[in-house]
Structures are given as structure tokens and as C-alpha cells.
């Protein structure tokens, strides 16, 4: 039996190995792995001796393995074993190195942030099967927001099966948001592509001359009925209604973590329901395995006057909220890797429109300072000059922090 697995196991690499050689490309592939292993010599070795692992493998143009990567954070997935962590990168002709993580792994810092701070790696290669959650951890959204607060490329590749609420790849980098992406029902398989930044975004104005247009308002059509959803517990968050004459709100969560906002709503008749929602603490996921922590300052346009209705779809309808400007402030941010000048783990934006497309990171400009008086770190983000934000119907704009977690 392990002969005719290791068979079939040889044929699928060699296959893709081959489709390496004949595309010229390097492949990354998510697969399921085996390595056989025997009792007598392993007290630990399972029943049916074999360790089964999550894995990315990697194929350079000649078709040579040249890089692997073991899923370390499973996301109820009882068939694969938990391997050693281990930091995986592979190098490039053109000169960049990438580095690997999957999908539940980039709620946690290890390896994905490890990867940022410890190794300098600014390219990730990221297979994914997420699951859509609103309001803040749709695919697009996590893998945006990832992106921007760790100041990297991610080339994310998401499972389409949006009936198990799977669906959403996209080629993000940095501040600049999504250069392209797809997250639409109907889509079935589609190649995402776009023309990258290979130096650090940040240092130069590189993206002025290959930045690729998001999707606008304009363009997808809305998800079709069958796309199935998450909907997070926000029961924990403070929030209060936004009034949309008033033009700022304050709240604070548990008088520890505090968010102001400023705003002005493109039209004065909008009489639908908008809620300031405030959060800092921890979160579990994974029937409570696992947790992260976060910060949370949102905008959030709600169906009702329930918070519950924060996480809903919303239905075909003139009333939505259109915003002409938008300042966040958020106070005090918990600072995670090092001082303010450390790159990774920075505040970032998740952001949504009511047809579930992505507002772009590029309308909003994110500031960080350290309080004179009280030493504490602060944040801003606010609609840039040149920002179209009027264009889009939101339905998310939030600031977080992310802090970073782990088992239970």
C-alpha cells in the first residue's frame, strides 16, 4: 500500500513538475503529504504509519523542488498531524526571495510575521481555503490587511467554493491595497495577475509606474445568493448609532482603548443605520482552539438597529452610506514587535463595500505617533486629498492593530 501511495504521490509531483518545465513559472502548490514512518523506531508514529501534513511545495522553472512548507496552524483538520514549525523561503532568477505560509497561518506570528521581522522576507507565496467572515475577515480583507500592516507583497491563492464560503485571490501590496483580485461567486477558476514592485515599496515610487487599477465600483457583479458566510460574535465590542449630522463620535472599550471619528456623509437624507464599534481584547477562533488579539476602531453600516445585523449581507437598496471624508483616530495601540520604527505588525485598514468588493487601502493614509505626555503609541487614518471614497457604498472601514496569538 505505501508502494502504490508513493506512486501515485511521485506522479502528481512529476506532472507538475513537468507543467513547471513547459510554463516557465515557478509553482507553488498546496498538497497533501506523507511521510511514512515506522514504530519501532518512532514511539510517536501513528497507526497508520505515516505523518500526513499540510504542505506547499515549490517548483522552480527547470522543475526542480526547491522549497517546502508544512501547514503549522490547522483549521479543523483532523486527517494532518501538526509538524515542527519550520520558516520556509525560496529564492528567484529575478532576484526576489519568497516566503510560505497557508491560509489559518497568517492570523498568528509564527512563521508569517517571524518571517517579516527576523528573515527581512517582504514576497509571500499564500495557497488559501479561507472562510469568509463579515464584517472584518472576508479573504480579501484578511489578505489586504496582512499585507499593508506588514508592509509586503502577498500573492494570495484562495480554494473557489463559495458554497462552504471559500472564494478570493488577489495580489496585494503594502499601502497600495489590492494591484488586483477576484472575489465573485460566479468566477470559478480565474488567473489573477499583475505586474509587482521586486524592491521595498516604501523606499521608492516604484508602484507609480506598474500600479495596475483596482476593481472600481464600477465593475463585478453582486456575489450570487449561494455564497455562504460567517458572521462574527461582535457581542463583546462597544458601539454606539453615528449620527450622520454630527459629524464625529467618540467611544471608548472598557475606558481603555478609545476611537474618534470624523466624517461627513455625501448626502444629509441617509437614514440608514451606522454603528461605531470599538473592541480590544482577545478573540478565539477555532471552537475556541486558538486566539488572536486585536484592536478594533470601525465604521460599520448596519441593517437594523441590532448589532447582530452588523454582520449581515446587505440587501439591493439606494440607502447606503457614502462617505465624502473620514478620519479614525485610535489611542492607546499595543505595540507587539519592538519600537514604532519596526515595519511589521502595523495598523491597517479592512475595508468593504456594501456589494462586498474592497474599498482600496490607497483612498486612506495611516499615520502612527508617540505621545509626548503619556508615551503612548496613537493612530490615524484618514481619506487622503485625492481620495474617491464617495464612490463606494460602505459597508466596513475599520482601523485595527493586530496583535498576535496562539493556542488555547
Request: net charge negative; glycine share 4%.
Amino acid at each position: 500500500m505505501h508502494d502504490l501511495n508513493l506512486f501515485l504521490f511521485c506522479k502528481i509531483l512529476y506532472r507538475l513538475s513537468c507543467a513547471a518545465i513547459q510554463s516557465k513559472l515557478y509553482i507553488v502548490v498546496n498538497l497533501g503529504e506523507v511521510e511514512y514512518c515506522d514504530f519501532n523506531t518512532d514511539s510517536s508514529c501513528p497507526s497508520d504509519d505515516g505523518y500526513h501534513y499540510n504542505t506547499n511545495v515549490v517548483f522552480d522553472r527547470n522543475g526542480a523542488i526547491v522549497s517546502r512548507y508544512r501547514k503549522f496552524h490547522l483549521y479543523f483538520e483532523p486527517q494532518f498531524n501538526y509538524p515542527t514549525l519550520e520558516y520556509s523561503t525560496f529564492n528567484t532568477d529575478f532576484g526576489v526571495e519568497f516566503g510560505l505560509f497557508t491560509c489559518f497561518d497568517i492570523i498568528f506570528a509564527h512563521p508569517a510575521v517571524e518571517l517579516v521581522v527576523n528573515l527581512g522576507i517582504h514576497n509571500f507565496a499564500f495557497p488559501t481555503a479561507w472562510i469568509d467572515e463579515l464584517p472584518f475577515l472576508t479573504a480579501i480583507q484578511s489578505q489586504a490587511l496582512w499585507a499593508q500592516s506588514n508592509q509586503v507583497n502577498l500573492l494570495a491563492s484562495g480554494y473557489h467554493q463559495p458554497d462552504r464560503g471559500s472564494m478570493g485571490s488577489g495580489i496585494y501590496s503594502g499601502d497600495e491595497g489590492a494591484l488586483n483580485y477576484v472575489f465573485d461567486a460566479s468566477s470559478g477558476t480565474k488567473l489573477v495577475t499583475s505586474l509587482v514592485p521586486i524592491t521595498s515599496y516604501h523606499t521608492t515610487s516604484y508602484f507609480k509606474r506598474f500600479q495596475q487599477p483596482t476593481q472600481s465600483a464600477s465593475q463585478d457583479p453582486p456575489l450570487e445568493p449561494y455564497h455562504m458566510w460567517l458572521r462574527e460574535d461582535l457581542t463583546n465590542c462597544s458601539y454606539k448609532p453615528i449620527d450622520p449630522y454630527l459629524n464625529h463620535e467618540f467611544l471608548c472599550h472598557e475606558n481603555s482603548f478609545c476611537c474618534n471619528i470624523e466624517y461627513s456623509l455625501n448626502s444629509t437624507s441617509y437614514s440608514g443605520h451606522l454603528k461605531l464599534l470599538v473592541f480590544d481584547g482577545r478573540r478565539t477562533v477555532a471552537a475556541k482552539r486558538d486566539w488572536f488579539e486585536w484592536q478594533v476602531c470601525a465604521i460599520l453600516h448596519c441593517l437594523n438597529d441590532t448589532l447582530e445585523s452588523c454582520t449581515e449581507s446587505s440587501p439591493e437598496s439606494s440607502n447606503h452610506p457614502k462617505f465624502n471624508f473620514i478620519k479614525i483616530q485610535a489611542q492607546p495601540l499595543k505595540v507587539e514587535y519592538g519600537d514604532e520604527e519596526t515595519s511589521a505588525a502595523q495598523p491597517g485598514m479592512s475595508l468593504l463595500d456594501t456589494k462586498f468588493r474592497l474599498i482600496p487601502q490607497s483612498q486612506f493614509k495611516i499615520l502612527r505617533w508617540r505621545d509626548s505626555t503619556t508615551g503612548n503609541m496613537n493612530a490615524e487614518a484618514e481619506t487622503t486629498s485625492t481620495s474617491e471614497i464617495s464612490h463606494f457604498q460602505v459597508k466596513t472601514v475599520a482601523l485595527i492593530q493586530k496583535v498576535y496569538g496562539g493556542r488555547l
